[in-house]
């Protein structure tokens, strides 16, 4: 499975969406919305005028691990997202990057034009692309797949151009840890988390994870204090301390009664119209396939998407456990928070399987 990246003139601080929810289907996605605790099924209504004499309100502050820049609002992680821009990207080339697993290469994208402008060799098995903790490189993650020649290409997001690969075992996935001194390489068929050098990518240490199968995508808690991962094909989430640097547990995924059924060849909604789910099933599945993770904008909840279990798990971070799940669509996979942080948008795949059919249920979002 590979991933893009899209490199614009603005920078966001760290993944997370909101706590609640209101679920919609709008042209072919899943939404989620969140207010406060409690479902919401219409918009709420405007706040009443504030008083010229009223007190300011206090905004909550977060004490961070050293070194990790501040969270100027502790309800809204994402507060910087909507509007600040890192001057380290002046001067960026606006492009997206996309991998190609099957042709070990990378299409250069420009999104006005909406025409590939560039394409270049990179390693085997490109999986996903990273930009650095400083947003001066990006990194192309070859993992080569079953073999042991895996590698990191750096691309200068200036020029558009790649440099010279760097030789990394099993990089799968790759984050970088809130405080900026440490690459996280997600060694997938290692079992391991290799935590290297943010520039030369040489290793620190590593932290194995025995019990997570398919280790695969992480976000952080708001303090910087630990990582959730995503264990593929475990059903399972593990928790990791970035202080102490050891694992804390893992969770197992609970299923929910009923999925819904694939539909093989059905016809697909046309854009702009609102896509229905279908019929569903009795979920026999015992366990899921855990993708993707977010963490809430206040920092109490991680949001996971389960391919098998056709939407996204609610856990509580702090307490490492599962308190709801919410459906959204046929193989849940990826999670996108919008930029002011109100909505959290989920890519169905379609199908439960990995690699799907040519003749799969068509995917939502």
Known sequence: MTDMVELRESSWRRPAVLAAVVLAGIAGWAVLRYQG???????????????????????????????????????????????????????????????????????????QAMKVVDRFKVGVSPQHIVPSWDLRTLWVTNNAEGRTDGSLTPVDPKTGKPGEAVAVDDPYNMYFTPDGRSAIVVAEGRKRLDFRDPKTMIEQYSID??????????????????????????????????????????????????????????ARTPAGQVWEPGESEVCTVTKGMPQDIRISPDGT?????????????????????????????????????SRDGKRLYVANRGPHKIHGSRRATAGSR
């Open 37 to 111: 605790e409690a479902p919401v099924s219409a918009p709420a209504a405007a706040p009443a005028p504030v008083a010229a004499s009223a007190a300011p309100v206090a905004i909550p502050t977060v004490k961070t691990i050293p070194g990790m820049p501040p969270v100027p609002d502790a309800k809204n992680v994402y507060s910087e997202t909507a509007t600040a821009i890192s001057p380290a990207l002046q001067g960026d080339l606006e492009r997206i990057y996309v991998p190609n697993l099957r042709s070990n290469d990378v299409y250069v994208v420009d999104p």
């Open 209 to 266: 994870v025995p019990d997570c199968p398919g280790v695969n995508h992480a976000d952080f808690s708001i303090d910087g204090r630990y990582a959730i991962f995503t264990c593929e094909f475990a059903g399972t989430l593990v928790k990791v301390d970035l202080v102490e640097r050891k694992v804390l547990g893992y969770l197992k995924l609970q299923m929910p009664a009923t999925r819904l059924k694939e539909r093989p060849g059905a």
């Open 301 to 337: 909840r991680f949001y996971v998407a389960d391919m098998h279990a056709d939407g996204v798990h609610i856990i509580d971070g702090d307490a490492f456990r599962q308190v709801g799940f919410i459906q959204t669509g046929l193989g849940a996979h990826g999670l996108y928070p």
